[in-house]
């Protein structure tokens, strides 16, 4: 059983920048491809970046692509989602997810094993 916490999320205004942290309990978290999603009001969940468990390949949505960054340290159990240049339509709750051994296909498709509870962003105009 993985739990997952993501911290760092607030307000800020458009054109700032903030770093999500999600914190992986459990063991073996090298072994898990992990992924950022988010769910602006009044849509569905959608896919923003993915960081695969072996040799650390990146993937990311083309809204966030150049802008956002995914990471990982594995000594610490933790990924990190920097984003920069932000944008009002990036408002929204953010989700961390991760699935041992997952492909990137998989989890851009269907999200991970697990789930964190969510933290807010709030981009202001």
């Known amino acids: 059983q993985v739990q997952l916490v993501e911290s760092g999320g607030g307000l800020v205004q458009a054109g700032g920048s903030l770093r999500l942290s999600c914190a992986a309990s459990?063991?073996?978290?090298?072994?898990?491809?992990m992924g950022w999603f988010r769910q602006a009001p009044g849509k569905e969940r959608e896919f923003a970046a993915a960081?695969?468990?072996?040799?650390?390949?990146?993937y990311y949505a083309d809204s966030v692509k150049g802008r956002f960054i995914i990471s990982r340290d594995n000594a610490q159990n933790t990924v990190y989602l920097q984003m920069n240049s932000l944008k009002p339509e990036d408002t929204a709750v953010y989700y961390c997810?991760?699935?041992?051994?997952?492909?990137?296909?998989?989890?851009?498709?269907?999200?991970?094993?697990?789930w964190g509870r969510g933290t807010q962003v709030t981009v202001s105009s």
């Open positions: 960081i695969l468990w072996s040799g650390g390949t990146t």
């Open positions: 997810a991760g699935s041992q051994r997952a492909q990137i296909g998989t989890m851009i498709g269907s999200g991970g094993d697990y």
């Open positions: 459990g063991r073996f978290f090298s072994t898990y491809t």
